[in-house]
């Protein structure tokens, strides 16, 4: 059975992880640079656990890697990833503008023409 600490320590894990992924995407956090734990727990107000616990599961999706004895850093994008990316956007982006532009009326079509 779970305790409540239990919970709470996984949930501000998450939302650890949820605040490094947003800094990941936004380029808060760099490409090749090594960011230490304590560093990055000093940044976001909370203690070092949930921060390394974090980034050992962003380092499990492939999103950082973890450098031995210096912290975490992200790995860059390569040309492979920037194609995958353009293929789901072909592949989802597409359908859900058909859908929009169906919802749309007359005026609002004829307004966006313009």
Avoid: C, W
Avoid at 34 to 59: D, F, I, N
């Amino acid at each position: 059975m779970t305790s409540l600490g239990e919970i709470r320590v996984a949930s501000l894990r998450d939302e650890v992880t949820r605040a490094l992924r947003g800094a990941i995407a936004s380029g808060e956090i760099e490409p090749g640079r090594v960011y230490s734990a304590p560093g990055l727990a000093q940044r976001l107000g909370v203690s070092v656990t949930p921060v390394r616990e974090a980034m050992l599961k962003l380092a499990g999706l492939g999103i950082v890697d973890a450098v031995r004895n210096r912290g975490f850093s992200v790995r860059p994008l390569t040309q492979h990833d920037l194609d995958e990316v353009l293929e789901l956007r072909g592949l989802v982006e597409p359908p859900l503008l058909g859908e929009v532009a169906g919802r749309l009326g007359a005026a609002t079509t004829d307004a966006l023409r313009r």
